[in-house]
């Protein structure tokens, strides 16, 4: 069995409900609170690369942060974008499910079913 990771807020109904699903087929996946351990650039990128979407796609556009940063001009890069993710992990999307070399975002969490083994 492939090995799963939900990076999970358990504030979210969405990220909640993807775990549920999941411990509903008997998946024990490693839960990461992403909000108490951000992930750094280098993982950020990692994930974007199984997600296969750029950091803008992973943005919450309706975060105050994205606003008070300024996210949303067109100017700003990848990497600008991956350490502003980084600096203000509220910002990532959620819930998100790896499993293997694969990643989807749980939204609707039925989404999640579509990258297991």
Known sequence: MTDLTLY???RCSKSRGALELLETRG???TVVRYLETPLDAAQLR???GKLGISARQLLRTGEDEY???NL???QLGEEQLIAAIAAHPKLMERPILVAGDKAIIGRPPEKVLEILP
């Open 72 to 74: 949303a001009d067109s």
């Open 67 to 69: 606003q008070s940063l």
């Open 8 to 10: 999970h807020n358990p």
């Open 46 to 48: 990692d994930l974007l």
């Open 27 to 29: 998946l024990a996946p």
